[in-house]
């Protein structure tokens, strides 16, 4: 009788093995993370839920207004959230490898977009014309460019790694390519957001271990091109004036937002008047559900909100840094460093706006306020942390062993 191959040939032994084999291939899917990985995750998902609960309470009277009924605005968020939460939890699964490879496309397809708010599909939007409508759908191209921008930069960090120690070897990538994305955004008038693009860039410098001394003329000629730049939008030059010469000089123009937010966080008093009972947002306050966000919460939920807000902010940092620090590799380092720097700098920038430490810059606050194409790229974004996350942690339990 011949035999049947090895292959195939029936064996108890593997029948009786098949069970538990499923089990263990099942158990190493669902792996525990690292505590970096759950900070990082649990931190992300609360901002969000906590976000899509304050858009709701703080857009619905605009939202009714503007006859898309109390739920508008929130339906329209909560879309947003549902496909970045799973989009974020997809990137997380991927080798990071995979975002080296494609650091180039990514840098190509994000510029090309921003390209786009300059052909009759761009729209201005408070001054800054930075976003492009199809249809019914509009979208900030500027925050794909910073999610390509964290790429690109860890990539190309990485590769010239022995060779930072070159000013030349640091300016000739960055500035053409980095400095040219930011430009395109600044030809739009949208400096909040080229402030965010620039800290995220000299971020992801910095923790490529570059000395500080090589940064100094740089930061310098960013910050003297930046005044003009400044004040050459009648409307910014105003808010900026405005914040200068002290709130209240120009109640009816520049100074209503800044002063009817200040407002709307001293109603709050410690324990907030109730969510859900903003006065603020019954049209007193402009871009209550996005920029000012951060002023609701404080009415509504009041001193113990904000404070919650700013912990919750502080633990997603604490989470950053502990990635980076178990970090090897140039590219983790790089990368996380810029997306830390990227939203935590963002959010410092929003709620030092709202408390009128700074004057209005027209910058949300991340994963909290409304705004379909930021809080996509932002889950995007950390999504590349924890993969980051991830394989720190395979990595060490591999040495462990």
């Known amino acids: 009788m011949t035999s049947l191959p090895r292959q195939f040939a029936p064996s108890a032994s593997r029948s009786a093995d098949g069970p538990r084999a499923a089990r263990i291939s099942l158990g190493q899917v669902f ?26 309470s703080s857009s619905s009277i605009d939202s009714y207004l503007g006859r898309q009924g109390f739920f508008g605005l929130f339906w329209k968020q909560g879309m947003f959230a549902l496909i970045g939460i799973p989009l974020m939890l997809v990137i997380s699964r991927l080798p990071v490898r995979v975002f080296k490879q494609w650091a180039w496309v990514a840098v190509f397809v994000a510029v090309g977009v921003q390209l786009l708010v300059f052909t009759p599909l761009g729209i201005e939007v408070g001054g800054n014309l930075n976003w492009i409508g199809i249809g019914s759908f509009n979208f900030q191209p500027s925050e794909l460019v910073k999610l390509a921008l964290v790429i690109w930069m860890g990539m190309i960090l990485a590769k010239k790694e022995k060779l930072l120690g070159s000013f030349g070897h640091v300016v000739i990538p960055v500035l053409p390519v980095a400095g040219g994305a930011i430009a395109l955004v600044l030809l739009g008038g949208d400096l909040g957001t080229v402030m965010i693009m620039g800290g995220l860039v000299f971020g ?12 100094i003329l740089p930061v310098i000629a960013a910050a003297l091109l930046a005044v003009p730049i400044a004040l050459s939008s009648e409307s910014r030059a105003s808010r900026i004036m405005s914040f200068f010469t002290g709130m209240g000089s120009d109640y009816e123009g520049a ?5 009817h937010g200040l407002w709307a966080l001293a109603s709050g008093g410690v324990f907030g008047v109730g969510l859900g009972n903003s006065r603020a947002k019954w049209s007193w306050l402009p871009a ?4 000012y966000i951060f002023a609701i919460i404080g009415e509504e939920l009041g001193l113990v909100g904000a404070v919650v807000v700013l912990l919750l902010f502080v633990a997603l940092a604490v989470a950053f840094v502990r990635i980076i620090r178990s970090s ?4 983790s380092k790089v990368a996380t460093g810029a997306v830390m720097v990227w939203l935590i700098g963002q959010a410092f920038v929003n709620i030092a706006v709202v408390l009128g430490v700074l004057p209005v810059l027209g910058v949300p606050l991340p994963l909290i306020s409304s705004g379909g194409s930021a809080l996509l790229t ?7 942390v924890l993969a980051i996350a991830r394989e720190n942690s395979r990595a060490e339990q591999v040495s462990g062993l």
Request: no cysteine; glycine share 6%; hydrophobic share 60%.
């Open 328 to 331: 090897k590799d140039m590219f």
């Open 378 to 384: 932002t889950l995007a974004a950390i999504g590349i």
């Open 31 to 56: 792996t525990a993370e690292s505590s970096n990985y759950f900070l990082l995750l649990g931190t992300t998902l609360f901002l969000v839920l906590l976000g899509l609960v304050m858009v709701l």
């Open 204 to 215: 992801a410098i910095f923790f490529a271990g570059i000395r500080l001394r090589m940064l």
């Open 288 to 291: 209550a559900d996005n920029d």
């Open 255 to 259: 100074d209503w937002q800044a002063q």
